[in-house]
T-cell receptor, first 112, second 113 residues
């Protein structure tokens, strides 16, 4: 099955700086990669996703890049704000049954 | 609000007991996924149903079972509960069976004492 690794596990940034989270996946046939943001005690919330036919996608301050050859994808958050503090999970969709395999999560703390 | 609902929000029960968690997908969504989130295992896929049929299984214990009803709501049954089953249980729904966006419900926090 799909194996997703996520780095770093924790990330502390100054407000206004950028944050980058990286993930790698194992199955080259995977074709859908969502990112979720989870605040403490809340549900994972889909914030952005990318499909394998696209190399980059942007939505306001967040962007995701995908390198199919290297089997890795990254989340970029620019101009970070305190409300960006949360746990972020990357995921890859299994090409056979579409279930999501999640990375272990990155706890992002934005310092004011 | 994702449009996915789950009940109950919290559940406290004793070891050896059986519980049922309920999930209603977003209007129009046919697929329901169940995930378990624990501190040491992260978010783990349990099982998926699509339009009433089991579609995929993850590392779901034999003590756990699920079903999806004709109105598309789903139930996850956990039996012979153990302390290690304490976790957050999420369901997610998506429109179709495929690599589509999955929207998560608020979760059920299960505590086994």
């Amino acid at each position: 099955g799909e194996n997703v690794e996520q780095h770093p596990s924790t990330l502390s940034v100054q407000e206004g700086d950028s944050a980058v989270i990286k993930c790698t996946y194992s199955d080259s046939a995977s074709n859908y990669f969502p990112w979720y943001k989870q605040e403490l005690g809340k549900r994972p919330q889909l914030i952005i996703d990318i499909r394998s036919n696209v190399g980059e996608k942007k939505d306001q301050r967040i962007a995701v890049t995908l390198n199919k050859t290297a089997k890795h994808f990254s989340l970029h958050i620019t101009e970070t704000q305190p409300e960006d503090s949360a746990v972020y999970f990357c995921a890859a969709s299994d090409p056979n049954d579409y279930k999501l395999s999640f990375g272990a999560g990155t706890t992002v703390t934005v310092r004011a | 609000d994702s449009g996915v609902t789950q009940t109950p929000k919290h559940l406290i029960t004793a070891t050896g007991q059986r519980v049922t968690l309920r999930c209603s997908p977003r209007s129009g969504d046919l697929s329901v996924y169940w995930y378990q989130q624990s501190l040491d295992q992260g978010l783990q896929f349990l099982i998926q149903y699509y339009n009433g049929e089991e579609r995929a299984k993850g590392n779901i214990l034999e003590r756990f079972s699920a079903q999806q009803f004709p109105d598309l709501h789903s139930e996850l049954n956990l039996s012979s509960l153990e302390l290690g089953d304490s976790a957050l249980y999420f369901c997610a729904s998506s429109f179709r069976d495929g690599p589509y966006e999955q929207y998560f419900g608020p979760g059920t926090r299960l505590t086994v004492t």
